[in-house]
């Protein structure tokens, strides 16, 4: 049987806090209010700190545990960071998302655990084409994106096709309960970089979105970075 666990899940901690919020609102008085504001001090310090503080939360609020890739929550939490770094410091900023054409086919046809298996060999390979400073996250489905500080366009581009050539050069050989399959697949990825007019970070993830629908609705198995 699972340890039980010692330490109080995030959301435990976030339905207790909610529940001490809603009772200092109903009940009014400038001593329930000055606590108010220290349990907002408090949730928002838990929401935004880095993973490596994060001893008081649910490990998978930080980490997905199918592919032991980092959120979309901490993605956008760390791009956020590198963002207003990158226009401070003047300094380029990409990223990329991409997902699995037909993944649902995938699903369908060789079940959900050949799924999973193949989103978590996709995040070891992807792993493998990027640099430890780099970030990579699964955003949940078949969706991942990627975080490159300090790297322009071009160098972007070249990231993504070795991305996508190391995915789909060959099939992946997925095994479930002895029974083994080799898996074709191709993928949709858009790009971009940081450009003056951006001002959230926000802005850099729509516009890679945006490339990334372009791509889909090209046929799929395509690049764009616009």
């Known amino acids: 049987m699972p340890k ?17 919020l809603l009772f200092i609102l109903f009940y009014k008085s400038f001593w329930l209010s000055i606590v108010g504001v220290v349990i907002l001090g408090i949730m928002n310090y838990l929401y935004f700190r880095k993973p490596k503080d994060y001893p008081l939360l649910n490990k998978d609020f930080i ?18 960071e590198d963002f207003q770094k990158a226009k401070r410091n003047n300094k380029p900023l990409s990223i990329l998302v991409f997902d699995i054409d037909h993944f649902k086919e ?12 193949l989103l978590y060999e996709i995040a070891q390979i992807v792993t493998s ?12 489905g ?18 993504g096709e070795r991305i996508r050539n190391r995915l789909t050069s060959s099939p992946l050989t997925i095994s479930v309960d002895g029974r083994e399959e080799k898996i074709h ?12 007019e951006m001002e959230t970070p926000l802005d850099l993830l729509d516009r890679a979105r945006l490339n990334l629908e372009k791509a889909r609705r090209q046929g799929g198995n395509n690049f764009i970075f616009e």
């Open 4 to 20: 039980e666990k010692s330490k109080m899940s995030k959301n435990s901690i976030f339905i207790i806090l909610s529940l001490l």
């Open 63 to 80: 980490y997905d545990p199918t592919t032991n890739l980092v959120s979309a929550i901490y993605f956008r939490h760390h791009l956020t």
């Open 106 to 117: 995938i699903n369908l046809n060789l079940g959900f655990r050949f799924g999973d298996l």
């Open 129 to 140: 084409c990027l640099r430890t400073s780099d970030v990579l996250s699964y955003f949940g």
């Open 142 to 159: 078949d969706e991942f994106g990627v975080i490159l500080a300090d790297i322009d366009k071009e160098n972007a581009v070249k990231v």
């Open 185 to 196: 697949f191709t993928i949709s990825m858009g790009g971009a970089t940081l450009t003056p």
